[in-house]
């Protein structure tokens, strides 16, 4: 069984500019989260989606981060516009409703510069 | 406000030794509780997980025990290896279906 997967592994752009993140969940996973670290911090939660609906975006720091799952598969997160601050590692994770474990993918390291 | 908290940044522990990784929480309602270990330039990777009515759950080499009156769990790894050099993430959840808290990270280094 695939992981979850994430792209691209690592992005720097400039104070400003747009970026979007993917994540591919685990094939059947209808639970998609987005995690963000901070260096030197806690892994902090961003969003939660079951299928293609939100169903928690508390964690969203502002608007400028926009996070959709159309049809309930991939997923992804824009930043718009990228603040230094945004700076970090961005994760995903999935998870199979009725089942604790999340799986999560390996991270996008977003630098902004 | 940190409702997941990991007080010690780093530990070294000598291979062969035990180690222990501390974590205490604020959120009384939390009733899951579950050990991350994350390796550089890979995501977090499950290890072991305690539900609120136990005490203590063990695995191989690993073990958490949970303490909810003082609010704290820990988790005993013996003997260490070199290969358990990672992160450690400890991560708390109320009900199973709202989010991972997460706290900071314990960086392990076992020293052969």
């Known amino acids: 069984e695939a992981g979850v997967t994430q792209f691209p592994s690592h992005s720097v752009i400039e104070k400003g500019q747009t970026v979007t993140l993917r994540c591919d969940p685990i094939?059947?996973?209808?639970?998609l989260y987005w995690y963000r670290r901070v260096m030197g911090k806690e892994i902090k939660f961003l969003l939660h989606?079951?299928?293609?609906?939100?169903?928690?975006e508390s964690g969203m720091p502002n608007n400028r981060f926009l996070a959709e799952r159309t049809g309930g598969t991939y997923s992804t997160l824009k930043v718009q516009p990228a603040e230094l601050e945004d700076s970090g590692v961005y994760f995903c994770?999935?998870?199979?409703?009725?089942?604790?474990?999340?799986?999560f993918g390996s991270g996008t390291r977003l630098t902004v510069v | 406000d940190q409702q997941v908290k990991q007080n010690s940044p780093s530990l070294s522990v000598q291979e062969g030794r035990i180690s222990i990784l501390n974590c205490d929480y604020t959120?009384?309602?939390?009733?899951?509780f579950l050990w991350y270990k994350k390796y550089p330039a890979e995501g977090p990777t499950f290890l072991i997980s305690?539900?609120?009515?136990?005490d203590k759950n063990e695995d191989g080499r690993f073990t958490v025990f949970l303490n909810k009156s003082a609010k704290h769990l820990s988790l005993h790894i013996v003997p260490s290896q070199p290969g358990d050099s990672a992160v450690y993430f400890c991560?708390?959840?109320?009900?199973?279906?709202?989010?991972?808290?997460f706290g900071k990270g314990t960086r392990l280094s076992v020293i052969a």
């Open positions: 994770a999935s998870r199979q409703g009725g089942k604790f474990g999340y799986t």
């Open positions: 094939s059947g996973h209808d639970n």
């Open positions: 989606f079951v299928k293609e609906s939100k169903q928690d």
């Open positions: 959120n009384s309602m939390f009733d899951y």
């Open positions: 305690i539900s609120s009515i136990k």
């Open positions: 991560a708390a959840s109320n009900a199973g279906n709202t989010p991972l808290v």
